[in-house]
């Protein structure tokens, strides 16, 4: 069984930044790609940012791309998501989940492991 646990979220004003982690447990960890979705209220879960196995690609949402990056630790069996020049328009639940499929990477129906999300808000 695959557990995830996402840390780090908090309030913050706008022009500061976060780090998110995601701690998984189970040894097939290292042979996923790992991606990160967010869901403010009232709005659906969208794409934030994937990883692939070995971090060599990345991929991110044209919204949060040049703010966030998107990190592993396969020794810790850690991703990382580091957000900066946060907007309030970032506020949100981010998730990270683990992608089941071998492309797709933006469609959360692809992902069969989620975390419990952390709370991210940011004021203006």
């Known amino acids: 069984q695959v557990q995830l646990a996402e840390s780090g979220g908090g309030l913050v004003q706008a022009g500061g930044s976060l780090r998110l982690s995601c701690a998984a447990s189970g040894r097939t960890f290292s042979s996923y790609y790992m991606g990160w979705f967010r869901q403010a209220p009232g709005k659906e879960r969208e794409f934030v940012a994937v990883?692939?196995?070995?971090?060599?690609?990345?991929d991110y949402a044209d919204s949060v791309k040049g703010r966030f990056t998107i990190s592993r630790d396969g020794a810790k069996n850690v991703v990382y998501l580091q957000m900066n020049s946060l907007k309030p328009e970032d506020t949100a639940t981010y998730y990270c989940?683990?992608?089941?499929?071998?492309?797709?990477?933006?469609?959360?129906?692809?992902?069969?492991?989620w975390g419990q999300g952390t709370q991210v808000t940011v004021s203006s």
């Open positions: 990883i692939s196995v070995s971090g060599s690609y990345t």
């Open positions: 989940a683990r992608r089941r499929t071998l492309s797709g990477s933006r469609y959360s129906y692809n992902y069969d492991y």
